[in-house]
């Protein structure tokens, strides 16, 4: 009887407490603070835009040295046909890719584009038209990306970049 009556004592007391802990505050949550919104930031949209032009340009010539050296040491890759660790198996695998499959035209957007603390996160649609076995084959997907600053320069720690089911087109 006595642990019944303690018990429901301490629920008790907790249900007054509960509303405490749970009142919100008006001083923002540090981590989401430190989160922004970077569309509207000329000097990062002129820094990431110029990254992407020249990853475009690495795609249209098949250049997979400098598509790879606009990764990190470390980055990762993620892709529909695996995920790829450090600069040199990136390389390759792009390498690789443009052998099989040469890019005749390739362009991605982003369509967001934030910082978080240090890094850059942004995310977009890609579409490629590469050389298939029977001619040219449009492609197209989605991407997210997080950037970090290396050295002087804004460069890929993680990208992702995945295939749009068959039936979904995008145009440029």
Do not use: H
């Not at 820094?47 to 990764?71: C, H, P, R």
């Not at 695996?82 to 369509?111: E, L, V």
């Not at 579409?127 to 890929?156: H, L």
């Amino acid at each position: 009887m006595k642990i019944r009556l303690l018990l429901a004592l301490a629920g008790f007391a907790i249900s007054f407490a509960v509303p405490t802990f749970a009142q919100q505050t008006n001083t923002p949550d540090p981590q989401i603070a430190r989160q922004r919104d970077l569309r509207g930031d000329p000097n990062a949209l002129g820094e990431i835009n110029a990254l992407g032009l020249k990853m475009d340009e690495a795609f249209n010539q098949n250049d997979a040295v400098a598509l790879s050296a606009l990764f990190t040491e470390d980055a990762v890759l993620v892709a529909p046909d695996g995920m790829f660790f450090g600069r040199q198996a990136i390389q390759k695998r792009y390498a690789d890719t443009f052998q099989r499959w040469p890019i005749t035209t390739s362009s991605g957007q982003g369509s967001c584009l934030n910082a978080i603390d240090n890094a850059i996160w942004s995310t977009g649609k890609w579409w490629t038209t590469r050389q298939g076995e029977t001619g040219p084959k449009f492609e197209s997907g989605f991407w997210s990306a997080i950037y970090v600053r290396d050295g002087d320069a804004w460069k890929i720690r993680l990208l992702t970049v995945s295939d749009a089911p068959r039936f979904i087109a995008y145009s440029p």
